[in-house]
C-alpha cells in the first residue's frame, strides 16, 4: 500500500512538473514587457491583454470560434447520442461499419480530412464559409461524444430499459427517465472535449472556410507579422485556457459519472 501510495504521489507530481514546463511558459509570454516570445520575460505588463481586448480582428475570431465550437458540439452531442444508442442497443445490418466510419473521422489526418470535405463541398457548389466550418468540425466531434457514449452503454446494464418497458414505458419515456440520466455525465464529457478539439481546430478549418476567421486561423496568419506577436501570445494563452479547462473538467466529469454507472450496473 505504501509503495501504490509513493507511485501515485510521484505519477502526480511528474505530471504537473511537464504540464509546467509545457504551459507556464506559454503563458507567461502573453504579459512579457518586451512584446516577444523570448524567454525568460524582460518583464510583465498587462498591456498587451489590453490591446487584445481592443483588437477588433482578434475580437471577431475569437466570437467566430467560439460559436463555431458551441454550435459544433450541440450538433455532436445530438448525432453522437443517436448513433451510440443506435449502435449499442439494436442489431442491425451495417452497425460495425457504422461505429468503423465514425471513428475513422478522427483517426485520418486533419489534411485528408480538410481535403475531402473541400472536395465534396466543391462538387456540390456549396459555398464555403460559417456551414461548412461547422460541418468539418462536427464530423471529427461526433466521434469524441459518440466513443463516451458507447463506452458508457456498455457499462449499463439493459435490465432497467427492460423493467422500464415492462412497467409501460415506450421507447421515448424509456430513453427520457432511465438511459438518458445514466448517460447525461458522459454526453457532457464528450461534448466538452468536442468543445476543446473544435475551439483549436487548425487544419479542416484551412479547407472548410473560405472567408471565415477562426482564433487559430487568426493566430496563424498574424504569427510571421511582428507588430502581432504581443497580441499572438495572449490570443495562444486563451487558447490554452479555453482547451485545457473544458478537458480537465471532462476527466473528471467521466470518472464521476463512470463510478456511479459501475454502481447502478
Not at 37 to 54: H, L, N, Q, R, Y
Not at 107 to 116: D, E, H
Not at 126 to 143: E, Q, R
Request: charged fraction near 10%; glycine fraction near 10%; charge should be positive.
Amino acid at each position: 500500500m505504501l509503495g501504490g501510495g509513493l507511485a501515485r504521489i510521484g505519477l502526480r507530481l511528474a505530471t504537473a512538473i511537464v504540464l509546467v514546463f509545457i504551459y507556464v511558459p506559454l503563458a507567461l509570454v502573453a504579459f512579457n514587457a518586451s512584446g516577444t516570445s523570448a524567454w525568460p520575460p524582460s518583464g510583465f505588463t498587462t498591456k498587451w491583454v489590453g490591446e487584445a481586448i481592443a483588437n477588433t480582428g482578434l475580437q471577431q475570431a475569437f466570437l467566430t470560434s467560439l460559436e463555431v465550437a458551441l454550435v459544433a458540439t450541440v450538433v455532436a452531442m445530438v448525432l453522437g447520442a443517436l448513433a451510440s444508442l443506435a449502435v449499442s442497443r439494436y442489431s442491425f445490418f451495417g452497425r460495425e461499419t457504422i461505429s468503423f466510419v465514425l471513428i475513422l473521422a478522427i483517426a485520418l489526418p486533419g489534411v485528408v480530412t480538410g481535403m475531402a470535405l473541400s472536395t465534396t463541398f466543391g462538387s456540390l457548389h456549396v459555398p464555403l464559409g460559417f456551414l461548412t466550418v461547422v460541418i468539418g468540425h462536427a464530423t471529427f466531434c461526433i466521434v469524441l461524444v459518440y466513443n463516451n457514449a458507447i463506452a458508457r452503454y456498455r457499462r449499463l446494464s439493459s435490465s432497467f430499459e427492460e423493467a422500464s418497458a415492462d412497467l409501460g414505458a415506450d421507447s421515448f419515456q424509456t430513453f427520457r427517465y432511465v438511459t438518458f440520466p445514466a448517460l447525461r455525465s458522459a454526453l457532457i464529457a464528450g461534448g466538452l472535449l468536442a468543445f476543446a478539439l473544435s475551439f483549436d481546430e487548425v487544419i479542416v478549418t484551412i479547407f472548410t472556410a473560405g472567408g471565415v476567421k477562426t482564433l487559430p486561423i487568426w493566430i496563424f496568419q498574424s504569427f510571421r507579422l511582428a507588430n502581432q506577436v504581443p497580441l499572438v501570445n495572449v490570443a495562444g494563452m486563451v487558447a490554452i485556457l479555453l482547451s485545457v479547462i473544458p478537458v480537465y473538467l471532462a476527466s473528471r466529469i467521466s470518472s464521476d459519472g463512470g463510478a456511479l454507472a459501475g454502481a447502478r450496473g
